[in-house]
C-alpha cells in the first residue's frame, strides 16, 4: 500500500475582503517529494503556504493536513510542521546555537537531545563555527541556513519554505540548494514557494504553477515544458524595430510559435540549429542567435501570459 498524500487540498479558497487571494485550487501534496508553488509575486503562494502552516484559516474547500484538519488539529499538525518563514525571523541578540537551543525548548525536548540535536545541525548547516556568533552580523547566506536549521530542530514530517532563497546572491543560494537537496534525499517533504524558475527546476519533484490565485499547470518540471513548450528556442536579436519587423514577416512560418519582444525574436521549435540555417536560407541577418533549450521560464512566461520585460 502506498502511504497518503500529506496535504490534501480541493476547492482551496482563501479571500481577505473582495479580495480572493486563493481561488479554487486542487493539489496534493506526497510523502517524501519536494512539491513546488511557482508563481509571480501575488500569485497566492504565501497565502496557500500559510493555510498548510495552519497559520490562516480556509476561507472555504477542504484542506488536510498529515491526515489532520487544521480548524481543530491546529496544535497537533503544527508539532509535526518545520516552518522557513519568507523573511528571517531569528532573535539578532542570542548566538547562533542559543536561537536553536530557545526554539528546541519550545517543543519540550530534553535538554541532552536538543544538545545532540543542535550540533547535528550546525554542521548541516555548516555553522559549527559560528555557533557561539551573535546572528546580528552574520550574512544572509549564513542567517537563512540558521533559519532552516531551527525549522528542523523538531524532524519535522513535513518542511515548509516560503522563498526561501529570495534576496541571496547566487553563491549563497546555490550552497541553500545543496542543503534542501540533501534534505530531500534523506526523505524529508518539502513544500517550497518560490518565483525562480531555476530554483523550482532544479529543486521540485513536481509543482504547480499559480497565477491570480488559481492553479493554471501541474506537473513534474520537465513534464511541464514537454507538454507547454517545444523541445528548443531560438532566440534572435536585431539592430533596430524596423529590422525586426521585417525579419519576423519572413520567418513567422518556421517554429510552433513566435513570439516577438521589444528586444528579441523567440522561435519555439523542436530543432532550433535547422531553424537558424533556415532563417539565413532567407536572406534573414540577425545580429546575434542563440539556440537553447526549452526551460521551465518558457512554461512559466506562457502560462501566466507575461513576457521577459515585465520581470
Not at 89 to 102: F, G, I, M, Q
Amino acid at each position: 500500500m502506498t502511504d497518503p498524500p500529506l496535504v490534501v487540498a480541493r476547492g482551496l479558497t482563501k479571500r481577505f475582503g473582495d479580495f480572493v487571494a486563493v481561488d479554487g485550487i486542487d493539489f496534493e501534496v506526497e510523502r517524501g517529494e519536494a512539491f513546488g508553488l511557482l508563481g509571480p509575486n501575488g500569485a497566492g503562494k504565501s497565502s496557500t503556504m500559510r493555510m498548510i502552516a495552519t497559520v490562516s484559516p480556509p476561507s472555504a474547500g477542504t484542506l488536510q493536513v498529515l491526515g489532520h484538519d487544521p480548524a481543530t488539529d491546529g496544535p497537533t499538525i503544527r508539532a509535526q510542521l518545520g516552518v522557513v518563514p519568507q523573511q528571517d525571523n531569528l532573535d539578532l541578540e542570542l548566538t547562533v546555537r542559543d536561537n536553536l537551543w530557545v526554539y528546541g525548548r519550545y517543543f519540550d525536548m530534553p535538554r541532552a537531545t536538543l544538545r545532540g540535536r543542535i550540533d547535528e545541525l550546525l554542521e548541516f548547516a555548516q555553522l559549527g563555527e559560528r555557533a557561539n556568533h551573535m546572528v546580528e552580523p552574520l550574512s544572509g547566506g549564513m542567517k537563512r541556513r540558521l533559519t532552516i536549521a531551527r525549522a528542523l530542530i523538531n524532524e519535522p514530517v513535513l518542511l515548509l519554505l516560503d522563498e526561501p532563497t529570495t534576496g541571496l546572491d547566487p553563491q549563497a543560494r546555490h550552497v541553500l540548494w545543496d542543503r534542501l537537496y540533501r534534505l530531500r534525499r534523506a526523505g524529508t517533504t518539502l513544500v517550497i514557494t518560490t518565483h525562480y524558475m531555476e530554483e523550482a527546476e532544479q529543486l521540485c519533484d513536481r509543482l504547480v504553477v499559480m497565477d491570480k490565485g488559481r492553479v493554471v499547470a501541474m506537473g513534474t518540471p520537465q513534464a511541464l515544458i514537454t507538454e507547454h513548450s517545444t523541445r528548443e528556442v531560438l532566440e534572435l536579436r536585431f539592430g533596430d524595430d524596423a529590422e525586426q519587423a521585417v525579419a519576423v514577416g519572413k520567418i513567422v512560418d518556421l517554429a510552433d510559435r513566435l513570439e516577438e519582444l521589444p528586444d528579441r525574436v523567440l522561435l519555439y521549435t523542436d530543432d532550433a540549429d535547422r531553424a537558424l540555417g533556415t532563417v539565413h536560407d532567407r536572406g534573414v541577418r540577425p545580429d546575434s542567435a542563440l539556440s537553447r533549450r526549452s526551460s521551465l521560464e518558457d512554461v512559466f512566461l506562457r502560462l501566466t501570459g507575461r513576457t521577459l520585460v515585465d520581470e
